[in-house]
């Protein structure tokens, strides 16, 4: 199903259930908080196991819920709620993903109680506030105290995690907190744990690291895998075909890798593709992994695509890396070396460098912070600010340009700054294009890629944000203009260092051994170019 529109549903329908009980609520007199309700509709919701990434707590039962509210109104934790911390990040739970998972670990929990309307609560309030909790998770791996005695303060416990039997694959499970004088009205607070224990690597050569025979997938069938990837890996290749050559079986299947970099976007690296596997098309897809993660690799029958398939895939990882990460070249440093390893197994290679882009930095015209109408005002009385910023630029040639804020563009929910709009104007002030976060990524199937002609053009950029000391650092942001090149300017690889210097056969194809080390050559550009 797609995915947009299965949040779009399951959102109303959660805003509907929420809205029939604020109403009963309120015909009744019943005193509630935020943190009660959601509360109450997480205890009172019907739990499914069948995905655990998907279901949460399961589905909205709006008599229930009214119910618990109706009975436990006058709970002494009705105006609080427990922000659960974990480890020296203060996570929001406790997430075990990286390495084999094979051996046990600890890790610090704190839980501090916040009111509702903290600063202007009676200080008597805060002062009697405590309850006594037991503490219960349902799995043997999991070991913390039993009971936790809290009051208007932080306190901790230690948890200890022993995943070293548990099956390779995802685990999930939490620490309920019921307060011991009444347990029925549900947990108080919990503290997620994900565990994944991902595949071990084989060292067999010329083998797949990941395979599965003989597989049977249904529509909206899941199959997730969890790879570790080898330190070297610089991409994988997984291979589909139907386990029974029957002329009239075909399927059509979604793939979706995944690996989580800390504090960055789930999508930094990420491959999805749809596709169509039949008897006589076997299907083949190549895309970048990093070393040392784990992978979460899904395979899924397509939801529309009705009828039962048997599958077999399977997948391997490859990898031939430079000596630096980053490859930068001047252009009259003169003949460049690269030197190009594999670690995992022999590789054939067939290296090419292409100039596609050109960039052009940007500083701005004009700058200037105003504060924004009382509409902006966010209670209490928070003054919002917004910075102004103009660049002028002139195109010579019609291309295609993507403007890019280094500071900003790479960053959307978790930035600091509350926006970053763009809009491109032409000399007669017509609006042409405009943007905010990753330009440069295909996300919701929007790319900031603008067609220009040759002309003048104005880009302004706004940035709010309700201290003006910050953006006053911004003011002079210079601004990243990317312009595609009409045809990509190649540049010549060569296998010897005499071979780049007096112009001689180019390197088309070569073989790099395990452990071997295979230095090329990248001549300068040629400025017939």
Avoid at 117 to 122: D, G, K
Avoid at 140 to 161: A, E, M
Avoid at 333 to 358: D, H, W, Y
Avoid at 392 to 399: A, E, L, P, Q
């Amino acid at each position: 199903m797609d995915t947009k529109a299965t949040i779009h549903t399951a959102l109303v329908r959660c805003l509907t259930g929420n809205s029939l009980l604020l109403s009963g609520l309120h015909k009744e007199n019943i005193p509630y908080s935020p943190y009660s309700i959601k509360r109450a509709m997480e205890n009172t919701a019907q739990y499914s196991p069948a995905e655990v990434f998907s279901s949460g707590h399961g589905l909205l039962q709006v008599e229930k819920a009214f119910e618990n509210l109706s009975l436990y109104h006058d709970a002494s934790e009705r105006d609080v709620r427990f922000n659960v911390t974990c480890g020296p990040n203060n996570n929001k739970g406790i997430h075990l993903r990286s390495g084999l998972q094979d051996a046990p670990t600890e890790c610090s929990v704190n839980v501090e109680p916040i009111f509702l309307n903290t600063e202007n609560i009676e200080p008597k309030n805060k002062i009697i506030f405590g309850m006594k909790l037991t503490l219960a998770c349902p799995d043997s791996w999991v070991q913390c105290p039993t009971h936790l005695d809290i009051s208007n303060i932080s306190r901790g416990f230690i948890v200890k995690i022993n995943p070293m039997h548990l099956p390779t694959g995802l685990h999930h499970t939490s620490i309920d907190a019921f307060d011991v004088t009444c347990v029925d009205k549900g947990a108080v607070f919990r503290v997620p744990i994900t565990v994944i224990r991902p595949q071990k690597i084989s060292a067999r050569l010329h083998r797949p690291e990941l395979e599965s025979l003989n597989t049977l997938f249904y529509p909206n069938y899941i199959r997730r895998n969890f790879v570790l990837v080898p330190e070297n890996a610089t991409w994988a290749g997984i291979l589909l075909k139907l386990h029974c050559r029957d002329k009239d079986k075909s399927g059509r299947f979604v793939i979706h890798a995944v690996q989580l970099r800390p504090k960055l976007v789930c999508k930094t690296l990420e491959f999805h593709k749809i596709c169509t596997v039949s008897s006589q098309n076997d299907v083949f897809q190549g895309f970048s992994v990093r070393g040392g993660l784990v992978l979460e690799l899904v395979i899924a029958k397509y939801w529309a695509n009705i009828g039962e398939v048997a599958l077999d895939y399977s997948m391997s990882f490859h990898g031939v890396k430079p000596d630096n990460s980053l490859i930068a070249m001047q252009g009259a440093e003169g003949v460049f070396s690269v030197e190009l390893s594999s670690r995992l197994r022999s590789e054939q290679i067939a290296p090419s460098a292409s100039l596609k882009n050109s960039v052009q930095m940007l500083r701005p015209n004009e700058a200037k912070i105003v504060p924004l109408s009382a509409r902006d005002v966010i209670p209490q009385s928070r003054q919002i600010y917004e910075l102004q910023l103009s660049y002028n630029f002139h195109i010579s040639k019609g291309t295609e340009i993507v403007p890019i804020s280094p500071l900003l563009s790479d960053l959307l929910y978790e930035s600091e700054f509350e926006s970053q709009l763009w809009m491109l104007f032409d000399c007669n002030k017509h609006l042409m294009a405009a943007g905010d976060a990753y330009p440069t990524k295909l996300l919701f199937f929007i790319q900031y890629m603008v067609k220009v002609e040759k002309g003048d053009y104005i880009l302004k950029m706004h940035v709010r944000h309700e201290r003006k000391e910050l953006l006053d650092k911004l003011l002079d942001k210079q601004l990243l203009l990317s312009q595609k090149l009409a045809v990509p300017i190649s540049l010549d690889i060569y296998a010897s260092l005499s071979r780049a210097t007096t112009g001689g056969k180019k390197m088309s194809v070569a073989t790099i051994s395990q452990g071997q080390i295979l230095p090329v050559y990248i001549a300068p550009l040629n400025h017939e170019k």
